[in-house]
Each structure stands twice: as structure tokens, then as C-alpha cells.
């Protein structure tokens, strides 16, 4: 079945209010969501979401959104649920975000107003190159979109009203969560899959129009905790081993070539230091592993404590500890025993008259946490480019037919009940 004629979009108007709302995550904050601004959105999303007629919609407690579109057929249908994160990242300002429009895109750098010396270089986003004629919205240059996640959050609620005014298209129940707190790595925490009630989710956080993930890296963070050897500095010679020292020869120790965020690519995984601190006595490093294969994350490890263990050769007094702790795991691992997920989310895709990628995700998602909860979930496309910078940007016509291909997938799976 194809989409009545004259499916007017609400997705750019919705976007363009959403991202006006400050969600900023602190990844400082014990609380949950960790600042109480992504409420503010969570709000106006679940009331919109009453609006339409979702009775059930909702914000919880802890910031999270749920709310059911219900089943208008007698097929035993999956439930299936779009999901996307509230939250903007920490890494750039989110605060007074005034987007712009570049109405029908004819190539070339787009110059930001707001910070003129903010460029959006067609060189080096070569993405660019297939969006002309479409509108691409940008911030002005002082702060991020929010694309990253606002896309996706502004795509489910354009297929959410279209599906509820179209009752001729057939569907199972629809379940809609939207999470705080994902760009802290903290987005189903506190996710309540039982009151959610889905066999099946998908994240639209993705970023080429026509892009289906269904692979994550797999991730452990490494802690290593140095205990040096403190005296009085008039009187160290021999005596004193510095620990901020050795800390900072293991740092210069780790690969210059190979195995870091910016030497990788592809299906390459990383070992990459995010911080450092301490004094004399004690220092600590904190580092992020990333690789695709579990295999992949203890080669890495084994790697990272090799090094130590050489250093601390010179520094026979100090003892050092190696704390790893799991993060996330490849998704791939859940999603491949439903290969009918990544089927039905291909052939969504086609019916917006895109091609479907399968492609990997060189970070995780939601989908990565919910799988391993017992709710496979890959990620489809939502156009984000650009992610956590001032150079975000999207394309109306990619959310669009990201909003479609919700509409598509909810059809396919009754379809094929």
C-alpha cells in the first residue's frame, strides 16, 4: 500500500520548535535525567502526544516519555517501538539555539551567521554533495542543532499524527519512548520495558538518509589508578617516584599510528585516554576501549596493561591498578537472531524511494543497552550530520522521508502478521 496523496508534513515545523528547548545532559549530575531542562521538552512532547489522542501518553518521574498508538487490526501484530533520546550532548552549548534554513541547497559552503568564521565546508562533509535542492537547516553558529536527537524525536511524532488521522492504514500497537540523558550513556536506565510492552524498537538516530545500523562498537571503560612514592623535594633524589610522571609516560607509551579515534576508521576499534588527573602520591587515568568483536576489546586491554607493566618497570616502589568496567556490547550479537527487524526496516526504506545501507556505528546508541535488555532495537536514519559541533545540520527532506519510513515499517509489519 503506498501513503495517501498529500501527506503534509509537521516534522521541520516540530523540529525547528523542539530544538529551541535547552536538553543539555551533564554527565556531572547524579540525578535522573540529569538536568531537570530535559522535563521541559519531555513535557510538551508527552502533552502534544495527549493531543493527538494517546491517552496513555506520558512523562515519568524520571524524565522518560512513553505512550501507545493502538493496534487497528485483528492480525497478531508485534509491537514495534520508535525511540529517540530527548537530551542534546554536553560537548557544545545547547542554549539559545536559532536555526536557520538554507532553502533549496545549490552546493558549495554554507557560512553560519551568528559566528561567521563557522563554515560548513562542502570538502569536508561530503555528504553535502547529495542534498542539493533540498533545504538543509543549520544553527547560527554559536551553539549545535540538536539534530542529534531532535530529528529523530520531531520524525515519530510527524508519523505518530499521521497514523492516528489515517485509520485506513493498518497497523499493530505503536509503542513511542523517548529517553534523557543518552549523550551521557545513561538513556534506559531507568527505561521500564514492561510498561513499555515492545517485542521489537528502533532508534531513529541515525545519519545518512537511507542508512539502516545494525552494529555498534562494543565498549569497556579502563580505569588505571597509580600510587606513587611522595617525599619532601629536597630531599627526593632516588627516593621520589612521581606518580603524575609515570601517568604521563604511559600516555606517551600508547600507539602514535594505530588504535586512537584519530588514526581509526571503518571496523577499526580504539584505546583513547579521556582523563587525567592527580598529584605526586596518587594519579588517575580514565580511558574509553571501543572495538566491534569482545575479542577485539581484550586485545585492547591487554594491550593497554602491557604498556603499564613496562612502565612501571622503571618505578619499582609505585603499584598501579587496572579497573576495567563493561559499558555496552555490539548489538549485532541480538539483532542478528531477528533478522526480520532488519528486513522489514529495508523494505521501509525502499517504499520512501531511498536505497536501503546496512553500515556499522562507530559509537552505541540506546538500541545497544535496550538490546541486551531484551528489546532488539537497530537504528535507522534520522539525517543528523555533523553531530555535538556547531556545524550540525540536516535536511528537511531527509526527516521527511525518515517520518515515512516509520509509516512504511508499522504497515509492513501488519502486513506481513
Known amino acids: 500500500m503506498v501513503l495517501p496523496i498529500g501527506f503534509t508534513h509537521t516534522v521541520t515545523e516540530r523540529f525547528l520548535r523542539y530544538v529551541a528547548i535547552d536538553t543539555q545532559s551533564d554527565p556531572t549530575s547524579p540525578t535522573c535525567p540529569s538536568t531537570e531542562k530535559q522535563k521541559d521538552l519531555g513535557r510538551l512532547l508527552a502533552g502534544e502526544l495527549q493531543a493527538m489522542g494517546l491517552a496513555d501518553a506520558h512523562l515519568d518521574a524520571h524524565g522518560y516519555v512513553y505512550a501507545t498508538i493502538p493496534a487497528n487490526t485483528d492480525r497478531q501484530v508485534p509491537v514495534i517501538c520508535f525511540c529517540s533520546h530527548m537530551d542534546t550532548s554536553p560537548d557544545c552549548t545547547g542554549k539559545d539555539v536559532r536555526p536557520q534554513i538554507v532553502r533549496n541547497y545549490r552546493g558549495g559552503d554554507i557560512v553560519l551567521p551568528g559566528d561567521p568564521t563557522q563554515v560548513i565546508r562542502a570538502a569536508e562533509h561530503p555528504a553535502l554533495k547529495d542534498q542539493i535542492g533540498h533545504d538543509i537547516v543549520t544553527s547560527d553558529g554559536t551553539t549545535l542543532l540538536g539534530a542529534d536527537n531532535k530529528a529523530g524525536l520531531a520524525e515519530i511524532m510527524d508519523a505518530a499524527l499521521f497514523l492516528v488521522n489515517n485509520p485506513q492504514i493498518r497497523h499493530g500497537a505503536i509503542k513511542i519512548l523517548f529517553t534523557p540523558d543518552e549523550e551521557i550513556g545513561r538513556g534506559v536506565d531507568r527505561a521500564d520495558l514492561k510498561k513499555l510492552g515492545a517485542d521489537f524498537a528502533y532508534t531513529m538516530d541515525g545519519e545518512t538518509a537511507g542508512n539502516i545500523e545494525d552494529e555498534t562498537f562494543s565498549a569497556d571503560g579502563a580505569t588505571i589508578t597509580i600510587e606513587g612514592v611522595s617525599t619532601h623535594p629536597g630531599f627526593a633524589k632516588g627516593r621520589m ?165 516509520i509509516v512504511h515499517l508499522a504497515m509492513i509489519f501488519e502486513e506481513r502478521a
Request: glycine share 8%.
Open 241 to 405: 617516584e612521581h606518580a603524575i610522571k609515570i601517568a604521563a609516560a604511559i600516555i606517551e607509551r600508547l600507539p602514535k599510528d594505530t588504535c586512537s579515534p584519530e588514526t581509526t576508521e571503518g571496523r577499526q576499534g580504539f584505546l583513547h585516554p579521556i582523563g587525567i588527573s592527580g598529584a605526586l602520591e596518587q594519579a588517575t587515568i580514565g580511558f574509553i576501549v571501543r572495538d566491534f568483536t569482545d575479542a577485539g576489546l581484550k586485545a585492547k586491554e591487554a594491550l593497554l596493561e602491557n604498556i603499564v607493566q613496562d612502565v612501571m618497570k622503571d618505578y619499582p616502589h609505585s603499584t598501579y591498578r587496572l579497573e576495567i568496567k563493561p559499558q555496552y556490547r555490539n548489538m549485532k550479537q541480538v539483532i542478528d537472531r531477528h533478522p526480520e527487524i532488519i528486513d522489514n526496516a529495508m523494505e521501509a526504506i525502499r517504499r520512501t524511494g531511498l536505497t536501503p545501507v546496512r553500515t556499522s556505528i562507530r559509537g552505541g546508541t540506546d538500541g545497544s543497552r535496550l538490546s541486551f535488555m531484551g528489546l532488539p532495537c537497530p537504528n535507522i536514519f534520522a539525517g543528523e550530520h555533523a553531530f555535538h559541533s556547531r556545524l550540525e545540520w540536516v535536511s528537511v527532506q531527509d526527516m521527511e522521508k525518515a517520518a515515512q519510513t
